[in-house]
């Protein structure tokens, strides 16, 4: 090998090292795992990575998944147990369960609706307990908009490497769904959608090309147009 050629090589693994991996290539394979556990009969019209809001708050716990539950140790379980049974004697102070109550309730300039809401609940399966990293995946199909949690290697470089862990996480009935805002004018890829109960949530799509996903919603508002 020619001098010349040794340094490209290095040179190339020295930009795959900065640049980290390809964002586009692990939404791909994200989408492909997120749609292979989908319930029998549902057709993927359309998918995209996607996170909670920058500034959603998160969830009182009760409202949380656990995530990857079954990947965990018996040390993650008995801080889990630890963390449900001083939430149980905080409740059972009845001041706290009233003041706790209406932070249930509680509208965000990120969440409206509480989070028992279609948006709470949403908002919540974006921001579950989790100890691992993973990826997010929207899917729409004919009838359902899911959401799959895809986990992600250890392996930083290789984030794909591996039969890791797919997560079926939650779904609502498209009818359910009323309409969605781009928003960003906040961050590149931030939108809001909303729900037939008058709730609504913010949420981004994680790398671009989420056209196809924002076209399947019923009604797509700019962030000039008010949500009414």
Known sequence: MKISEVGDALWAGVKGWLSGPDRQAVARAAKERAAAVLPPGERVVASHPVEAGERLPEPPRRFRQQAFSAQRTAGDRLVDGMGRAEEGLHRLNPVNAVVDGWGDRRDTPQLSGGWES???????????????????????????????????????????????????????????????????????????????????????????????????????????????
């Open 118 to 228: 279609l948006a709470g609940q949403l908002a919540a399966v974006l921001r579950p307990r989790c100890s691992f990293r993973y990826v997010a995946v929207l899917l729409v199909t004919e009838h359902h908009l899911h959401v799959v949690r895809v986990r992600l290697a250890g392996n930083r470089r290789e984030p794909m490497a591996g039969a890791e862990a797919v997560e079926y996480a939650w779904r609502v009935e498209r009818r359910q769904v009323a309409w969605v805002r781009n928003r960003t004018d906040v961050r590149h890829g931030t939108h809001e959608v909303g729900f037939v109960d008058g709730s609504w949530v913010t949420f981004a799509f994680t790398v671009g090309g989420y056209g196809p996903v924002v076209e399947t919603f019923p009604r797509r508002l700019r962030y000039t147009d008010p949500l009414s």
